[in-house]
Each structure stands twice: as structure tokens, then as C-alpha cells.
């Protein structure tokens, strides 16, 4: 018994230490890479900071397949409160594409005014001319005077030989451009610029007035206005959106094309390309010089000449010896009555004509003293 005992309590003891293990595992601080909403808003925007990065080899350097990069991040500690912050980020991207296994993340991290990420190896699938950058975006809770947020200067390697640099990898740029047709005068228009994966900063347009969330940018423009964002690898796609301003009824067109939600996908192949925004304010047709004067005369009209009430009819006085006259009735009933009656009247009187000329005849033939007597 003593031995079963002990049998049991070892396994037991072995499934404990495997759920422990396995607890374990989990409850490590998270090395995975942050979400992509956060790495695509480091590149955006350039506030004001005291985080940089320095790398070895330097920025600018060219690496191929394989090597190792190591890269250092310093910040003002005087900045922020406290002995330790939210997190720090380290987003690398490929050609403006995120690259998930290469991006890092510290949480919490000391505010000890530097970190030194882990060593970056170059990965085996890169090509001559192409460009590898990072950037770091530390948070936590700041010093007054400071913002919450900050972004370091963005570090980038090109791929190739540098005894032998490639050319550099080429790019193509993307113009949006805005007319408008019947405008009211100062009317403008907001657009977004999504080019999903690449995620569009101030380094690929130099127009102050846009602004960079997660990537995608933001900006307005009036009538005969543009901007264009440079240096996006060929084959990108960007999804351009316009938000027409209220108040009005307009109709679009983008590259000529009538359009009725305001949106279009450009596709960058190896040329530059444009989206050529065109809206008219729909108006109401004026009337012509004729239409209006009719217009205006029948409305003169109608105020000079007031309109007099009738005059009801007198009621109407029978005679005392007349009657009053029967409904008319239909013309075909009437028609047919009327005849009949000539006829009967007609043929009335030839018969009394006849007796007259009979009676006549009769007494002129009588003999002279003849009597009648009655019997």
C-alpha cells in the first residue's frame, strides 16, 4: 500500500511540475511583435524628442544577407516620471513594409536613458536595393513640458555590396490632384491616402499641411491644389478616399471616370501615377430672358386685375297660365314622339276631309221636296 501511495504522489507531483511549466511559459514578459497598428504609427510624424538611435553598422552602411546589426536607443531620463516606463519599440520595415520577425518590444522598460535591442540579422530574402530602416517609439508618463509619446530619427541600411553599390531599388510616386467645377469660391475637399502595407510618413511627401494616423495620411485641398507623395516601391496599391463638403450637391469624377462613393484604388506598377479628382456643383438651370418676362407680366397681371365675383341669374317667373314645361328628354325619344304625332294629326284630318266631301256630295244629289222623317 505504502508503495502505491507513493506511485501516485509522484505522478501527481509530475503533473503539477508539467502545468507549471506550461504556466510558465505563458506568464514570460511578452517577446512577440507589437501590433501593427503601433509599429505603422512610429513612422509617422516627428515630434519633438530627445530618443535616438545610434547603429552599428552606422545608418546609411550597406549590409547583405546574413549580416548583424546592432542598434542602441537613448532618451533624456529628465523626461518622464518615474524609474520605469510603459514600453519601447523598435519597428523595422523593408521597402515601407512592416516586417513582423524584426520588430522588438520592451514593456516595462527602465528609465535608465538607454537600451540596446536585440542583435538584427539581416534577412536571407533581401535583394541588392533594398532598404532596411527602423525606428523607436518609447511612452510612458511624462514630465511637465513633455508629450506621453516619443519617436526617434529613423535609421536605414541599403542592401548590396559596397565596394559594388547596386543602383537603388526603384520607386514611383503617387500625385492627387483636385478641380473644382462651379464652385461656390473656397470650397475644399478631405482626403486619406492608404497604400497598405507601406505606410506613408513626411519622408515620402514634403506638404506640411498632411498628417500621418497609423500610416495613412490625411490632408486638404481646393480647387487647382495637389500633393504628391515620392518614393513608394513600385507595385503598390493606394486607396484614395475624398469627403465632399456639405451644403452642396456634387457629382465626381476620378481619371475622367464618373464616381459616385469618392473612392478609388491606384495601382503604382513602374510609373509615376495620378488621381485626378474633378467635382461640379450641381446648380438649378437658369430660366431665359423670355421665360422670366412671361413670368413677371402674368404676375403684374394678376395683382392689377381683380377678379369680379358673378352675378347670380334672377329666378325665373311662370306665368299663371302656363305650365310648367315637361323635362326634356333625350333627342332620339323626342325625335320619335314628334313624328308620330304629325302622323296621327295627318291622317286625322284626311279623314275628316272625307267625311265633308262625302256629306256634300250626298246632299247635293238629294231630290227637290224630298223630307226625311225620323221613325
Excluded: H
Excluded at 524609474?83 to 514593456?107: A, F, M, P, Y
Excluded at 473656397?186 to 497609423?214: H, I, M
Excluded at 465632399?244 to 506598377?269: H, R, Y
Excluded at 326634356?328 to 284626311?350: I, N, R, Y
Amino acid at each position: 500500500m505504502a508503495g502505491i501511495a507513493k506511485r501516485r504522489a509522484g505522478a501527481l507531483l509530475v503533473v503539477l511540475g508539467f502545468i507549471t511549466a506550461i504556466v510558465g511559459v505563458f506568464a514570460l514578459p511578452a517577446s512577440a511583435a507589437p501590433e501593427d497598428t503601433e509599429c505603422a504609427g512610429a513612422f509617422s510624424g516627428n515630434p519633438e524628442s530627445s530618443l535616438a538611435l545610434t547603429s552599428d553598422p552606422a545608418g546609411g552602411s550597406f549590409v547583405e544577407a546574413g549580416d548583424e546589426i546592432d542598434v542602441t536607443a537613448t532618451w533624456d531620463t529628465a523626461d518622464w516620471v518615474g524609474t520605469e516606463l510603459d514600453k519601447l519599440l523598435g519597428c523595422v520595415r523593408i521597402n515601407g513594409t512592416l516586417i513582423d520577425s524584426l520588430t522588438q518590444e520592451e514593456k516595462p522598460v527602465a528609465n535608465s536613458g538607454t537600451f540596446e535591442f536585440d542583435t538584427i540579422t539581416v534577412p536571407s530574402d533581401v535583394e541588392d536595393g533594398d532598404q532596411i530602416c527602423m525606428r523607436a517609439r518609447l511612452s510612458g508618463q511624462p514630465a511637465e513640458g513633455n508629450e506621453s509619446t516619443q519617436k526617434s530619427n529613423v535609421v536605414c541600411w541599403s542592401v548590396g555590396d559596397a565596394e559594388n553599390p547596386p543602383p537603388p531599388a526603384p520607386t514611383v510616386a503617387l500625385t492627387v490632384s483636385k478641380d473644382v467645377v462651379n464652385g461656390a469660391g473656397g470650397e475644399t475637399f478631405d482626403f486619406t491616402v492608404n497604400c497598405d502595407p507601406v505606410s506613408l510618413s513626411d519622408e515620402n511627401t514634403d506638404d506640411d499641411g498632411v498628417t500621418f494616423d497609423d500610416g495613412v495620411a490625411s490632408f486638404e485641398l481646393g480647387d487647382g491644389e495637389s500633393v504628391t507623395f515620392d518614393g513608394l516601391p513600385e507595385d503598390t496599391a493606394c486607396e484614395v478616399t475624398e469627403t465632399v463638403p456639405g451644403g452642396n450637391t456634387w457629382t465626381t469624377t476620378i481619371n475622367g471616370a464618373s464616381d459616385d462613393d469618392g473612392s478609388a484604388v491606384i495601382e503604382l506598377t513602374d510609373d509615376d501615377e495620378t488621381a485626378a479628382f474633378e467635382n461640379t456643383r450641381v446648380v438649378a438651370a437658369p430660366k431665359d430672358e423670355e421665360e422670366e418676362e412671361a413670368s413677371v407680366l402674368g404676375n403684374e397681371q394678376t395683382r392689377a386685375t381683380p377678379s369680379t365675383p358673378a352675378t347670380p341669374a334672377a329666378p325665373a317667373v311662370l306665368a299663371a297660365a302656363e305650365t310648367p314645361a315637361a323635362p326634356a328628354a333625350a333627342p332620339a325619344v323626342l325625335a320619335a314622339t314628334g313624328l308620330s304625332l304629325g302622323l296621327a294629326v295627318f291622317a286625322a284630318a284626311m279623314i275628316g276631309l272625307g267625311l265633308l266631301l262625302l256629306g256634300g256630295v250626298k246632299l247635293s244629289v238629294r231630290p227637290a221636296g224630298t223630307r226625311y222623317y225620323n221613325s
